[in-house]
């Protein structure tokens, strides 16, 4: 039987047209991917529509918030904090190792008082030393006054004598009895000038003892103890272990808040004008003060100006060194039939205040998205800037969360 013959010029792979089995897989692929991108393209759509960024925001208004028994608005806003306006740091007389501490901190003592007291062996001995010396020179004042007061009866004696009978006693004998008195006397009078020079040297002694105890200057409380018993204290710190001062106190009937005001505002304060303090440590609580004393000078490096308020409302959580914010009330102005309308005083969080496009703007947040409104601001005082236009109040102000803010961006209120 003949084999078949095969052509192999004939045969050849068909590339073209792939099995149907790897055309459907293919087809089912593709689906599936197509299917995928749809799906994160949907979501991510869907979380940028609907991921809204958390922010502070303030309310702009004429003023802002406090004590509601407090009444007025604010005109000018700065920090500061609360000082004793009589302090001081209290320091021995003497160098010396302190002995003993009479106080802690919180201690009330008064006008005199003894706070410490330092080692004082030696001064007592100089006191006793002193006292010995003084008894000495009085013993010896006493009887060179009783040999001046002999000599001069004797002088006395034989003049009367010889004013008598000129021949009973001679002129050289009256002369040697005067020499004598006036010696006498110049003894005495010796005697006499060390009696007070040893006065005056027991007076010294005495006051070195009592420089040893160390009183208080005035009456007020203990703020902080700077020695402890054992070390060596002196009027001005010698480097070592040297201390300066005892203890630091203050008269806390004297609080008041030292505040710096930004001289473009300085025109708004005046003295005796009523202001509201605000601790940093009680931000829900007003206390009543009254500007004392506005400073006579600016510091020229922070354009600033110095204002201390006294505070009316004493009260026992006020402390020295607290921070505090003082709001400068403005006068209310009656209001007559022909008064002229007085413009409320736009202030706004000074972080509320930015810049964007080369203008100074606030964002505000409308229906849950940002919006710019270009604004015209005054300097920062105290946290505050005073919007000046732009602003008519009530519009709801971005103070915090985006550090880009940019238009139309969604937004949810976190914090008022």
């Known amino acids: 039987m003949t084999p078949p013959v095969h052509d192999l010029a ?68 700065a920090n500061g904090y609360v000082v004793a306006r009589t302090r001081a740091s209290v320091s021995a007389k003497v160098a010396g190792r302190l002995a003993a501490l009479h106080v802690s901190e919180g201690s009330f003592i008064r006008q005199g008082e003894v706070i410490a007291r330092l080692e004082n062996a030696d001064y007592r001995a100089q006191l006793t030393q002193a ?133 473009a505002y300085i025109g708004r304060v005046r003295s005796g004008q009523e202001a509201r303090i605000i601790l940093d440590a009680y931000p829900d609580t007003g206390f009543r003060g009254r500007v004392r004393q506005v400073v006579p000078t600016a510091d020229r490096q922070r354009a600033t100006v110095q204002v201390k308020v006294s505070i009316t409302d004493r009260d026992p959580r006020i402390l020295p060194e607290m921070g505090a914010r003082v709001d400068f009330l403005a006068p209310e102005l009656p209001r007559g039939a022909g008064a002229a309308p007085v413009a409320p005083v736009m202030r706004v969080p000074a972080a509320a205040v930015r810049e964007h496009d080369g203008q100074t703007v606030v964002w505000l947040v409308r229906d849950g998205r940002l919006e710019p409104r270009p604004v015209a601001a005054g300097p920062v005082s105290g946290g505050y800037r005073e919007i000046r236009s732009g602003l008519v109040g009530g519009e709801l102000l971005l103070v915090g969360g985006v550090e880009t803010p940019r238009p139309g961006l969604r937004v949810r209120t976190a914090t008022p």
């Open 10 to 77: 004939k045969l050849r792979i068909d590339r073209d047209a792939p099995p149907p089995g790897v055309r459907r897989a293919f087809a089912r692929n593709v689906a599936l991917a197509a299917g995928a991108v749809v799906v994160i393209g949907s979501a991510i759509v869907f979380a940028r529509r609907g991921a809204a960024v958390p922010v502070q925001v303030v309310v702009a208004s004429a003023g802002d918030a406090g004590s509601a028994a407090i009444a007025g608005v604010a005109s000018v806003t």
């Open 131 to 263: 006292v010995a010396g003084l008894a000495t020179a009085r013993a010896e004042s006493i009887e060179a006054v009783a040999e001046r007061d002999q000599a001069e009866r004797e002088a006395r004696r034989l003049r009367d004598i010889r004013a008598q009978s000129p021949q009973l006693v001679a002129v050289q004998d009256v002369e040697a009895a005067d020499t004598r008195a006036a010696t006498t006397a110049a003894r005495a009078g010796a005697a006499a000038a060390r009696v007070e020079a040893a006065e005056a040297g027991r007076r010294y002694a005495e006051a070195s003892l009592d420089n040893t105890l160390i009183r208080a200057p005035f009456t007020g409380t203990v703020l902080r103890k700077e020695a402890e018993v054992g070390e060596v204290v002196a009027p001005s710190v010698g480097g070592g272990l040297t201390r300066g001062a005892v203890v630091t106190m203050a008269d806390l009937t004297t609080l008041e808040v030292e505040v710096d005001v930004n001289e």
